[in-house]
């Protein structure tokens, strides 16, 4: 990585208290992540005050005028064009500085007190599947949604700032003219896979104990190149990739003993998010330098992992003997193509996290509709479980059992905001893909070595050509740079109908 001119004394100072920023931040995603995997219930109040403090500090240090005067003397000077990691640093950091200006401090500190709040109710009301217990509190998350939209008035739908929270050049308008198209072909490849004999997936729900499922996930981890001595691995009611620095970066996945599925695609996906951070070069941690400026980056690693690698018949080649030496009694009569075939069964089913890759953005877009008739006041958040039923009926033919596996099943609208939530699962779809296939046209070498469970090569390409491009907020000019082309549907599309078709025996 080519380093920005440190021994610049505007920068030097500039690196300095972005660090400070950084550390302070760290302290707070320490935080959630305890709440998220070890708390007691009882910590949530005192809990949700330390990161409601440390969010208003970070916030003021980010803001504070001396900031501001750095980045206006760097910017009226010559950044080197042919260092785009450097020029797409300082223009984020510009971009970043002047919308959190708009953002007075006690907002900050309200809307995180009450987002860690939510979280631990959302917790309990998820466990009862009670969605009126946590009602009042998501009627507050969507007035803080509003008053932090109601913060750039110039935007044309109040989602846009949100999304753009998470991911730069992205509105409602951008993503429903992809979402509409992406829609109408994933039903096409749906309908045509529902009419075909359903695979057999009820080795996938036999007892699995927990110690033996996470004993191989933790094989698969390390094989991967996640390691350990800078991680560790628990579980939580959902999953998550908690990066504290390059030395100790986190995941949490999910364990079910009745379904396999849930511990393998959930710990696959994290690991592809955690790889990148413990990627990260040491010498750049704190300075808000090599962090993914977007959330669709680190969700274009996850489902690059979970989906071109975790769900490919190359990976299983190596780890089936592996898995079924383990659970001798579960799958022993079972051959490597059954066990794959049972991976690829598709079903609609209420739950996001384990859905199959062809309707799983079909929940996406049922939860971006969602949060925009929530935001446009269409919708009223006492009427959000009827009117989720009513989605997944209208795109599954099936409402979930209880709001637990419902309306409750994601924190995202709990610990976070109404609004740019969900986007980013789809794009790193699409993008996932994308990466993928430039990295197999230019080392063809990558699909055979993961058959013989060895994942270096693809690794080094991502560490070598990707891995660079995450301060580059601008996901159109990171895209094509690294793959040759703009952000399509096609590639995935494509992918879609070519393993599916073969497994299915169906023509798109």
């Given amino acids: 990585m080519p380093p920005l001119p440190t021994n610049d004394p505007q920068f030097l100072e500039l690196r300095r208290r972005l660090r400070e920023i950084q550390d302070v931040k760290a302290a707070i995603a320490l935080l959630q992540w305890d709440q998220a995997t070890h708390m007691p219930d009882g910590g949530t109040a005192a809990r949700a005050r330390q990161i409601a403090t440390l969010k208003q500090i970070a916030h003021q240090k980010f803001t504070d005028a001396a900031v501001g005067d750095l980045l206006e003397r760097l910017s009226a000077r010559e950044v080197p064009v042919d260092d785009p990691i450097a020029a797409g640093w300082l223009r984020r950091i510009r971009r970043e500085y002047g919308r959190w200006r708009r953002i007075p401090p006690p907002f900050v500190a309200r809307a995180a007190e009450h987002q860690a709040i939510a979280y631990g109710a959302w917790v309990a009301a998820r466990a009862e599947g009670d969605f009126r217990a946590v009602e009042p509190l998501l009627e507050g998350t969507l007035d803080l949604s509003r008053e932090f939209a109601g913060f750039f008035p110039e935007a044309d739908h109040l989602a846009d700032p949100l999304i753009q929270n998470s991911d730069r050049g992205l509105s409602v308008s951008r993503l429903r003219s992809l979402f509409e198209p992406l829609h109408r072909e994933l039903h096409a490849i749906l309908d045509a896979i529902l009419a075909a004999p359903p695979a057999n997936d009820t080795c996938l729900h036999q007892f699995y104990s927990e110690i033996d499922q996470i004993n191989f996930c933790n094989c698969i981890l390390s094989r991967m190149g996640y390691d350990f001595r800078r991680g560790r691995r628990d579980t939580a009611p959902h999953p998550l990739t908690a990066p504290f620095s390059p030395g100790d970066v986190r995941l949490a996945a999910l364990l079910s003993e009745h379904h396999l599925h849930r511990a393998l695609f959930s710990t696959i996906h994290e690991a592809g998010y955690a790889l990148y951070e413990q990627s990260r070069d040491p010498e750049l941690d704190g300075a808000d330098w090599g962090g993914g400026a977007s959330s669709i980056f680190g969700h274009t690693q996850s489902k690059l992992w979970e989906n071109r690698v975790g769900r490919s018949r190359a990976f299983w080649e190596w780890f089936y003997p592996q898995l079924q030496g383990m659970f001798i009694r579960q799958l022993g009569h079972l051959s490597a193509d059954q066990f ?142 690294v793959t040759g082309s703009p952000p399509s549907l096609e590639p995935f599309l494509e992918y879609l109908r070519n393993k599916y078709g073969y497994l299915y025996n169906c023509k798109f």
């Fill in 340 to 481: 794959y075939r049972a991976l690829h069964r598709v079903q609609p089913g209420p739950l996001r996290s384990e859905a199959d890759e062809i309707t799983h953005n079909l929940h996406v877009i049922i939860r971006f509709e969602l949060e925009s008739d929530l935001l446009e006041g269409k919708l009223a958040v006492a009427d959000l479980p009827e009117a989720w039923n009513e989605g997944y009926r209208r795109e599954f033919g099936r409402v979930p059992r209880s709001d637990r596996d419902g309306v409750l099943q994601d924190p995202h609208w709990y610990g976070g905001w109404v609004g740019g939530m969900f986007q980013g699962y789809a794009l790193g779809d699409l993008i996932g893909t994308q990466l993928y296939e430039a990295a197999v046209r230019e080392d063809p070498e990558i699909p055979v070595d993961i058959e013989r469970g060895n994942f270096t090569r693809l690794h080094d390409w991502l560490r070598r050509t990707v891995y660079p491009a995450a301060g580059e907020d601008r996901v159109q000019v990171w895209v094509e740079r």
